[in-house]
T-cell receptor, first 116, second 113 residues
């Protein structure tokens, strides 16, 4: 079974509108971290936001917020006031406890395209 | 200052050749990784090293051999390159905590012809 699922291969959003990118995860480890990365066309991986499994509040970083619903095992990324520069691939990732080797496991990604 | 640097950025080589990709991090992290990103953009872990010791070796052909001379370096050597090895290879590093992000190098685009 996939550990991280991103069901939207591609999405369009109008500039200045908000958009939600979906991510569901699967783990039996009580301690885990959830991450979102952005990969623009230039190829680098840019860290956006982190949510810990024990965090009570949803994470926010500027225009990025994470809608964390633990019972549903979802960690959706919300981008407010989309900008043309937000056009990129977005990856959801999870890191489980130390016994899992500390690696980040990635979802398949969502390509976001912002329309002017 | 570049946090995680890998060289070269582009590598074009013929089938059957042996090549290496170098990676260095100056963040003081104790864990380093190699990821492979295929043509469909899927990122898959290949190796994870902690304090120079191999922690994870996913189902990777033994033509791929990582070498960690010290905590700051994790190089990837590939023998007998095949067409299917063409991909972007990312080096990354992190602290060994679930609540810290991994920092990625800029990637090496390997093309085997």
């Amino acid at each position: 079974a996939q550990k991280i699922t991103q069901t939207q291969p591609g999405m369009f959003v109008q500039e200045k509108e908000a958009v939600t990118l979906d991510c569901t995860y699967d783990t039996s480890d009580p301690s885990y971290g959830l991450f979102w990365y952005k990969q623009p066309s230039s190829g680098e991986m840019i860290f956006l936001i982190y949510q810990g499994s024990y965090d009570q509040q949803n994470a926010t970083e500027g225009r990025y917020s994470l809608n964390f619903q633990k019972a549903r095992k979802s960690a959706n990324l919300v981008i407010s006031a989309s900008q043309l520069g937000d056009s990129a691939m977005y990856f959801c990732a999870m890191r489980e406890g130390k016994d899992a080797g500390n690696m980040l496991t990635f979802g398949g990604g969502t390509r976001l395209m912002v329309k002017p | 200052d570049t946090a995680v640097s890998q060289t070269p950025k582009y590598l074009v080589t013929q089938m059957g050749n042996d090549k290496s990709i170098k990676c260095e991090q100056n963040l003081g992290h104790d864990t380093m990784y190699w990821y492979k990103q295929d043509s469909k953009k899927f990122l898959k872990i290949m190796f994870s090293y902690n304090n120079k010791e191999l922690i994870i070796n996913e189902t990777v052909p033994n033509r791929f051999s990582p070498k960690s001379p010290d905590k700051a370096h994790l190089n990837l050597h590939i023998n007998s390159l095949e067409l299917g090895d063409s991909a972007v290879y990312f080096c990354a590093s992190s602290r060994r905590d679930t609540n810290t992000e991994a920092f990625f190098g800029q990637g090496t685009r390997l093309t085997v012809v």
